[in-house]
């Protein structure tokens, strides 16, 4: 990290932004973009780190999980090099998407390639989002079928997608945060606190290797905000501290994330009858605490889609 922080990407002489990057509406603080790109490693992924570590033991999946987070921090960095790179060689150029950088490097054939990936893969990545929330939703009510809580969100998605520029999302992301922490992070540590999970170590492995390259995965899905690298890095009216950004905040999330993934699953929260322990709300023990928490996870997920979706819309 240390290395990224002080690469050339830090050098002030080339031009950070384009014109349209320069609209005062659009720019926001650092801190704001910290946010966004925070609360975007948070989704769905890191609900099943604790499942995942099962498949690759507990000294396994830290060593794993520690390279895959920094080559995506490495990756993203690498990113908005390559932003920079395009800007300096030609500084009337519009990199302002994953699409407009593939056209400067590759022509429109590309561009059009990276944007149907882009769109198509947020989408259904974003999909997930709505499903795991529909799903808590219906088994903390008990009201309606997943099916019928997607089509009731829906309204609301619209109306949250209809903020302009991603700046503008940052109550959001830290809402959502605060929800994450505070809400599903935090009532696993007090379930583990107060004694009603149990330390299991006879279950612990040290390294799985017969799955040990599937953990590699699910350890590069929970670090799932490379799409939001270069939106971030455009909405910043600092654009030279994007690199520290990217890295802080991919570094500070893999940490939290890894602990979390390795407690649950000394404490057994790794596995469980319930969908075989996929994610970690369905090993948490049954009670009021445990619905609050799907509700918190539900809300967590849809105030943060469009945080999510911004790629998307800004292509």
Request: hydrophobic share 50%; with cysteine.
């Amino acid at each position: 990290f240390a290395h990224m922080l002080q690469s050339s990407i830090l050098d002030d002489r080339t031009p950070l932004l384009d014109n349209k990057d320069r609209r005062n509406d659009r720019l926001g603080s650092t801190s704001s973009a910290f946010l966004n790109f925070f609360k975007a490693l948070f989704g769905a992924g890191v609900l099943a780190l604790p499942h995942g570590f099962t498949n690759s033991g507990l000294l396994g999946g830290i060593v794993v999980y520690v390279i895959a987070t920094y080559l995506c921090a490495y990756s993203m960095v690498f990113l908005l090099r390559c932003k920079r790179i395009a800007l300096a060689a030609d500084p009337g150029t519009s990199v302002t998407t994953y699409a407009g950088l593939a056209k400067y490097a590759g022509g429109i054939r590309m561009y059009w390639l990276v944007a149907f990936s882009v769109c198509f893969l947020e989408m259904c990545f974003c999909t997930g989002w709505i499903i795991v929330a529909s799903d808590n939703l219906h088994v903390a009510t008990g009201l309606y079928s997943s099916a019928k809580w997607s089509w009731l969100a829906c309204p609301l998605l619209c109306v949250l997608c209809s903020v302009r520029w991603l700046a503008n999302l940052w109550p959001l992301s830290f809402l959502g945060l605060i929800i994450y922490l505070g809400g599903i992070m935090g009532a696993t540590y007090f379930y583990i606190g107060s004694g009603q999970v149990s330390l299991k170590w006879t279950n612990v492995e040290p390294v799985i290797w017969s799955t040990l390259p599937g953990f590699a995965g699910n350890a590069m899905y929970s670090l799932e905000a490379i799409l939001v690298a270069l939106p971030v890095y455009g909405s910043m009216v600092q654009p030279e501290h994007g690199p520290a950004v990217i890295a802080t905040a991919t570094g500070t999330y893999g940490a939290i994330a890894c602990v979390f993934g390795a407690m649950a699953y000394i404490y057994g929260l790794g596995i469980c009858e319930t969908d075989g322990g996929a994610v970690i709300t369905d090993c948490l023990p049954a009670g009021a605490l445990t619905m609050a928490v799907r509700v918190s996870l539900a809300s967590a997920l849809l105030v943060s889609f469009p945080v999510a979706l911004y790629p998307v819309s800004e292509i």
